[in-house]
């Protein structure tokens, strides 16, 4: 969707340190309904909208953020063409409530307790959503690392702000995660099995990226998914190429096919799409909320 938005990061601090951290990443999307002869309207949507905090020991933050499962919770797509398992519908890409994280030499520990909603914030007769995830390997040391994910609660079944079901529906899944970096290609692969949202489901997803040049300018990316939720199969491939431009503008190109089986019908779908990410500082947004680190895209 084509969009114009903000990220803005403020630090909060004294003369012992940092105290927290505000982070703000909103946009305002063109959306077209088809279904509605075409017509277009204007949706604010809100993505990070969180303060965190590590005076307790961990970091600890409160707001809307990612839940604590899967690659999701650490590897942010927002803004790539590929789509992680958490944005294709199997899981909240961000959710509202309160999470808290903690590194160690070995690895890193994540705990959240959210509504269970998604983009909006909805209650609706006990939705929630407790995730926890652990892992294995630093990978900005060592190049790999490895995740177990457990989520259970009643979660509501939405699409971006659309409430699709009204009535919360139970959660009990685990995941793997695990990514490796080596050379100039990075891996990236994705588990997940159990219970999502009342209905049997499984899913895998694995990234392969190509980096051509040793800055990572020029890149493509190939990614095959497969998920499985009730009697609904699902096949995706995504093929990426991009190209920072550059220091502010970058070029992205996908083509992806779906094939998808639900209710006996098969479909196929594919798609090419187009993507131009322009994303520099600006001077207003410092004067106006003071000083920190800010930008737009």
């Known amino acids: ?85 958490a944005v294709s519908g199997l899981g909240y890409d961000r959710d509202w409530g309160v999470g808290a994280y903690k590194d160690f030499p070995w690895g890193d520990l994540s705990l959240s307790v959210t509504t269970g909603s998604g983009m909006p914030i909805l209650f609706k007769g006990g939705n929630y959503l407790a995730a926890g995830r652990i892992a294995y390997g630093v990978l900005s040391r060592d190049n790999y690392q490895g995740g177990f994910s457990l989520a259970f609660g009643r979660a509501l079944d939405t699409m971006g702000y659309e409430l699709m079901d009204s009535e919360p529906r139970r959660v009990r899944v685990v995941g793997l995660d695990f990514a490796f970096l080596r050379d100039n290609l990075e891996h990236r692969v994705d588990l997940l099995a159990g219970k999502w949202l009342d209905a049997d489901t499984y899913a895998l997803s694995y990234r392969l990226g190509l980096n051509l040049d040793p800055e990572g300018r020029y890149k493509i990316e190939g990614q095959p998914s497969y998920w499985k939720r009730g009697e609904a199969r699902t096949f995706e491939l995504g093929l990426g190429f991009s190209v920072v431009a550059t220091s502010n503008l970058t070029v992205r190109v996908g083509y992806f096919y779906d094939s998808s089986k639900m209710e006996g019908e098969r479909t196929h779908d594919n798609k090419v799409l187009l993507q131009l990410y322009y994303y520099r500082p600006v001077s207003w947004l410092s004067k106006l909320f003071g000083k920190g680190r800010k930008g737009n895209e």
């Open 1 to 85: 969707k084509p969009s114009l938005g903000i990220d803005y990061i403020q630090l909060f601090s004294d003369e012992t340190g940092d105290l927290a951290t505000f982070a703000l990443q909103a946009r305002l999307a063109l959306s077209v309904d088809a279904n509605r002869g075409n017509s277009k309207t204007l949706e604010p949507q809100l993505y990070n909208a969180y303060i965190k905090s590590k005076i307790l020991g961990p970091y600890v933050w409160l707001g809307h953020n990612r839940p604590a499962f899967g690659l999701s919770s650490y590897f942010d797509s927002h803004g790539l063409l590929l789509r992680t398992l």
